[in-house]
């Protein structure tokens, strides 16, 4: 059934008419999702989709190529800053300045690769941390970047159409979150995908075959850094304005506890555990305002802790959550997806 | 002003010193990188702060408190989540601190708020005396002194005591530490408390000139993480003369180049020494197997 019997039934984006179908369904199913949906429905779904942007890159990084990065708040931050500033200070159309920015992101990613062609493990997690915090104190210092104050973001507009709801957005980012899935679906499949993974479960051995290290580690970097940059220049027009405190270290971590809660190595655990913190988190933005648990926590702030520090819970979840997949899952939500199929597919042996 | 500047720097060092140590603790015996220090760190000096300003218990009392509380605390993280990893690489390993971190993280903001603490300090940051042109508070001096017997008392720990020698035998070869007799989980536990209490020391030191909310040490965290860099993450000593180095390169910095970009030198630190020498200015060369 999954045998392949040459190189371009694996390469195949859909091998099947009945994946087809689904494929067909996805996309019809997208398209009408804004018509259903009330409008914060619409505005999660779209932190939803610029958060899936930010995990299958960072995946193909942590995932894929086996290199850490804690440092992917200062990619994000560079797209969004990169973004506003390009459109409003040189009148940039909106998809020319999101590519530069991106690029200009992918550009710091491959220069911050180089030294992670020397180090492994513990250092580059260090290296990285220290880039993502840099950034932020780089934009909060300088006038150019709006300061503390933040920056506002432009007017939108896509050619004639003028984007000004959270419902014309989503469009936008969906088409662009599912293309950039797409295109991290094919590469993983391609010469590059190979190698990246070859670097990942050795990378002694990748190079003895012939894989080149310093073009393709600073590659994946630097795709990476793409994704992030395109993630936070979408971002900067959801939220409408931006400002260095939510580009914080806090956020790379958030990043990859998605990576973890999702799979290492899987885009489409990648797609799952974003989509699902992204809910947990914004559900847990307003944790009070929950039935039952909402009150419990409440009264038990004003008891032994600190009401206005309750939304802080987030993070104590997010915390545990990355502590016990690592320890108890490591595969993450994929691999429960996994082990589920497999146990219907055989059953009931 | 350059000795000023050499003067405030050696006093912030020596803090930077306190956390890089602590880090080169941990990181010798469990081989990783603790992100969760730095929050490790802060919420034990919450603990300081709410014995001494809540209950009003005196600086002993309060301190004494703290320094169980973050043995306990550094205890408890060892035994309760780094022990469970099964077949662990460094990845996940990272990654277990990292949850530490944002656990700690959340659980001070929920408890102790946003909002900024004077931390009260037996010494006072007002008070100076002058060598020669430069000034020095009596808190810098009283930093510096308390470092520099922290770390003597650390230096005979680990050369006379039977922990501190057990603790090196299990830095050096766990495998055969253990066939010695050495209980090397209880050896990592200790460690980590060590670990625990040294950061306390430097997060009630930086409290009072800083102030006092949950992100205290976010930054001191990625100085501490360059000190143990640029020194070396395998040597102690290094550890400590990084910390100094980099806490007197920075003030230079920004001294007379760029007060506004101060906090980058860590960064840049960072990167420069792995990229030019990776294993730290006083670390010998450590090359892997394949």
């Not at chain 2, 030019?276 to 892997?288: I, N």
Request: aromatic letters at 14%; proline letters at 3%.
């Amino acid at each position: 059934m999954d045998m392949k019997r040459d190189y371009y039934e694996d390469i195949q984006l859909l091998n099947s008419k009945i994946l087809w179908f689904w494929f067909i369904m996805l996309i019809a199913s997208l398209a009408t999702l804004p018509f259903l949906l009330p409008n914060y429905h619409i505005y999660m779904v779209n932190y939803m989709a610029i958060n899936v942007i930010v995990t299958v890159g960072l995946n193909i990084l942590v995932g894929y190529t086996g290199q850490i990065s804690l440092g992917h708040a200062g990619f994000f931050a560079i797209g969004a800053y990169g973004t506003v500033l390009l459109m409003t200070n040189l009148h940039f159309p909106f998809l020319l300045a999101l590519v530069c920015s991106a690029l200009i992101a992918a550009f710091f990613g491959f220069i911050l690769g180089l030294p992670a062609l020397r180090l492994e493990g513990p250092y580059l997690a260090i290296a990285t941390l220290g880039f993502g915090m840099a950034i932020t104190q780089v934009i909060g210092r300088w006038q150019v970047f709006g300061g503390r104050m933040g920056l506002e973001a432009p007017d939108l507009s896509l050619g004639p159409f003028v984007i000004d709801t959270d419902r014309q957005l989503y469009f936008v980012i969906v088409t662009i979150a599912f293309l950039l899935i797409l295109a991290a679906r094919n590469m993983m499949k391609t010469r590059v995908g190979r190698a990246f993974i070859a670097i990942r479960d050795s990378d002694i051995a990748a190079e003895t075959m012939g894989v080149n290290l310093t073009l393709y580690k600073t590659l994946a970097f630097a795709v990476s850094a793409f994704y992030a940059g395109v993630a936070g220049g979408l971002m900067a027009f959801l939220l409408g304005f931006i400002n260095p405190s939510s580009f914080n270290f806090i956020l790379s971590i958030y990043f990859l506890a998605f990576v973890i809660v999702g799979g290492l190595g899987s885009i489409f655990g990648s797609i799952m555990g974003a989509v699902v913190m992204t809910w947990l988190l914004l559900t847990l933005d307003k944790v009070q305002e929950l039935p039952y648990l909402g009150a419990v926590l409440v009264s038990f702030s004003e008891r032994w802790m600190n009401l206005a520090g309750l939304p802080n819970i987030a993070s104590i979840i997010f915390g545990l959550i990355i502590i016990l997949l690592v320890v108890f899952e490591p595969l993450g939500l994929y691999g429960f997806w996994i082990r589920t199929k497999i146990y219907w597919k055989t059953w009931p042996f | 002003m350059f000795l000023q500047l050499v003067v405030s720097g050696l006093s912030f060092g020596s803090l930077y010193a306190l956390i890089a140590l602590a880090m080169v603790i941990i990181y010798k015996t469990s081989e990783v990188p603790n992100f969760g220090q730095g929050e490790m760190a802060m919420i034990s000096t919450f603990v300081a702060f709410t014995l001494l300003v809540t209950h009003g218990y005196s600086f002993a009392v309060s301190f004494i408190g703290a320094f169980i509380f973050a043995a306990a605390l550094g205890v408890f993280l060892e035994f309760v989540f780094l022990r469970r990893a099964k077949d662990p690489n460094i990845l996940s390993l990272i990654l277990i601190t990292l949850g530490f971190q944002m656990v700690l993280y959340g659980l001070a903001s929920w408890k102790w708020g946003a909002d900024q603490k004077d931390f009260p300090f037996p010494v006072s940051d007002f008070d100076v005396i002058n060598i020669g042109s430069a000034v020095i508070s009596y808190l810098n001096i009283a930093t510096l002194l308390i470092t520099l017997f922290l770390m003597f008392m650390l230096f005979l720990f680990f050369r006379y005591t039977k922990v501190g020698i057990a603790m090196k035998a299990t830095q050096q070869n766990a495998m055969a530490a253990r066939i010695n007799g050495i209980r090397t989980n209880r050896i990592m536990s200790i460690t980590w408390a060590l670990s625990s209490m040294i950061g306390a020391v430097a997060g009630m030191l930086l409290a009072p000139i800083a102030t006092l909310d949950p992100n205290l040490m976010l930054e001191p965290l990625l100085k501490g993480f360059a000190a143990a860099v640029l020194g070396g993450m395998t040597t102690l000593v290094g550890a400590a003369l990084g910390g100094y180095i980099l806490g007197v390169i920075e003030n230079l910095f920004g001294g007379y180049i760029s007060l506004e970009f101060k906090s980058i030198v860590a960064f840049l630190i960072i990167v420069l020494v792995l990229c030019f020498k990776p294993s730290g200015l006083f670390a010998k060369h450590y090359v892997r197997k394949v």
